[in-house]
Each structure stands twice: as C-alpha cells, then as structure tokens.
C-alpha cells in the first residue's frame, strides 16, 4: 500500500501514462503494436472474472467478429483462460492469467485499483488518438510528448519500446499527418 502511493506521488500525470502505458504493453505479451481496444477487453476480462464474449460485447460494444479475433489473440498469447462454463458447455469462461494479471495489476496501481478508472484512461487515448486502430505504442508517443512538452523526435524514440526504428518512425509519421502531434 505504501509502496502504492508513494508511486503515485512521486509521478507527474505523463509520467503515470507512460507507466500504465508500459504495464499494459507487459500485460499484452510486451507487444507495443497492440491495439488500445485489446487492451480495453483484457481490463474488462479482469473486471469481470468468469465472463463470457457476450458479456464484453454487451458492455464494450465491440463487434462479435473483432471480438473473435481479439479473444484469439489473447488466448494464443497466453493472456487469458478458457474454460466451459457448468451451466452450457457452448459458453466459454474467460479469465486473466500468467504475466497479463501481473500486468495489469501493476497498471491498476495508477488507476487506484479501480478497473472503471483505467477503462476511462484506455477510451480518452482512443479519443485522442483519432485512428481507426490506434496502438499501445502511439498512446506512448503521445504521453512521452505529454510528459516531457518539447521533446526532440530523438527523445521519443528512446523512451519508446525496442522495437524496429522503421516502425517507430511510421507511428510517429503517421501522428504527425493526421495533426495529433506536431514536428518541431
């Protein structure tokens, strides 16, 4: 607990976006390319342990087909459970598991354990973000740039994830057409 809040008082606001942001990306198998909507389903899952792809549709309004692929991915990465539910061997049980759990509790920290708060956090970004499918790691872009005001490209790249420097440079194009960002 008082580990907790010293965390979060020792952060600026950017700075606790950058770190939900980076316990996220932990919790989805350290993949940065993740969409914030997959991010959106595994805080969901957690919320409602047990709950069924009807359940997350019905409360996140995702389509049963992007839904499928989603409920997909996190199985093949481990992130979730499957398990028969007792009353109709149809339904699938879905619960958090392994380093997705550890993950996301970690994010929760910031979000004062509440699953409500980091949903907000998850659908602001998407607001903000403007794209069809924006990643994990274009809301870490966005919060380095909040975090730190006028940082060079440079500074945004090394605080970012080690991934390919291509498709670091693509993420931050593609921000700067669309007028998320600016370039200096």
Same mark, same amino acid.
């Given at each position: ?60 309004? %995702? ?19 499957? *398990? ?9 049980? %879905? ?11 970690? #994010? ?13 956090? %998850? ?19 966005? *919060? ?14 090394? *605080?970012?994830?080690?991934?390919? *420097? ?17 370039? #200096?």
């Amino acid at each position: 607990m008082v580990t907790n809040l010293a965390k979060r008082a020792m952060t600026t606001k950017g700075q606790k976006a950058c770190l939900v942001i980076d316990h996220l990306v932990e919790a989805l198998a350290g993949d940065p390319s993740s969409s914030l909507r997959r991010a959106l389903i595994l805080v969901d899952i957690d919320q409602y342990p047990g709950t069924t792809q009807t359940g997350i549709m019905e409360r996140l309004h %995702i389509h049963k087909s992007a839904l499928n692929r989603e409920i997909e991915w996190l199985f093949n990465y481990g992130c979730i459970m499957l *398990s028969d539910a007792k009353r109709d061997g149809r339904l699938k049980k %879905i619960e958090l598991c392994g380093y997705s759990k550890t993950g996301l509790k970690a #994010a929760l920290d910031y979000c004062d354990g509440e699953h409500e708060n980091m949903k907000a956090f %998850i659908k602001q970004m998407i607001q903000t973000l403007k794209q069809e499918k924006p990643t994990l790691r274009d809301a870490r872009i966005i *919060s380095t740039l909040y975090d730190k005001k006028d940082a060079t490209k440079q500074e945004v790249i090394d *605080s970012l994830y080690n991934g390919p *420097s291509s498709t670091v440079n693509r993420a931050i194009n593609k921000l700067v057409e669309e007028g998320v960002i600016e370039d #200096a």
